[in-house]
């Protein structure tokens, strides 16, 4: 499946917010199934996306055919024309909820590795002490999607922020000029499953949330300007619609 078919779904942002047919139960486990595909790299062939809550932490998490994370980009040696991996749920929750401003865009969580640069100065994921080398581990981001052409036809990219804007921006925000937040909650990935932990003052913001799952490739502009950051790939749709078929707790 290549991103014009998740783009052809994904252009326009009614669609994606927009709720989706009631959800498939994997055995015991909630959230939706998604039948394997033989198309797709088994790492990134989603086959269960759920959110559940636990007080006040919403658990992420996304199952696969095969081994969850041990794909990663082959490193260029610039920022320019980087890749990034992801996997990643889009939410129907606001983006004011995490720290953006209102209506901002889609909010996304993401679990991402970019070897070419680090985007979470305020944490050493490899543990060496040095706090700017660990882009290549898998992370988590906080990400505000919209649509930008520029990218390609109807297709996605991480929001920019336009030079000398001051949008409302998370306190964890890593400084580059886009619309993402670096959070430090470390995906645990094992065997076939990503699972994002993120606690939330109010857990009531996302237990009313549609959601998805959905596997990744962006791309930094190669020039580092507006769009910085584009949705170039799509390994794979668990719903295989975006219809969101996901709901909190179900």
Known sequence: MTYKVFLH????????????????????????????????????????????????VAVFHMGVTGTAGSLTP?????????DAYAYVWPTTIDPYEVGFERGAGILALA??????????????????????????VWHSHWVVLGPDDTCGPGALKVLDVPEGAKPRLPKTWPGLPILLDSPGWQPDIHTDTVEIRVPFDDIAVIEDAAFDGVTAGLRVNQNLHAPFFCVVDVFDIGSGDLSLPGRVNQ
Do not use: C, K, M, Y
Not at 23 to 40: E, I, K, L, Y
């Open 111 to 136: 679990a991402t590795s970019h070897p070419d640069f680090d985007d979470t100065p305020l944490f050493d994921e490899n543990n060496d002490g040095d706090f700017a080398n660990d882009g290549g």
């Open 74 to 82: 082959a490193p260029t040696g610039a920022v320019g024309g980087s």
């Open 9 to 56: 779904h994904a252009g326009t942002v009614a669609l994606l917010l927009a709720a989706g047919t009631a959800a498939a139960h994997g055995p015991n486990d909630g959230g939706f199934v998604a039948p394997p595909s033989d198309q797709v790299a088994a790492p990134f062939d989603v086959i269960h996306a759920r959110i559940a809550t636990e007080g006040n």
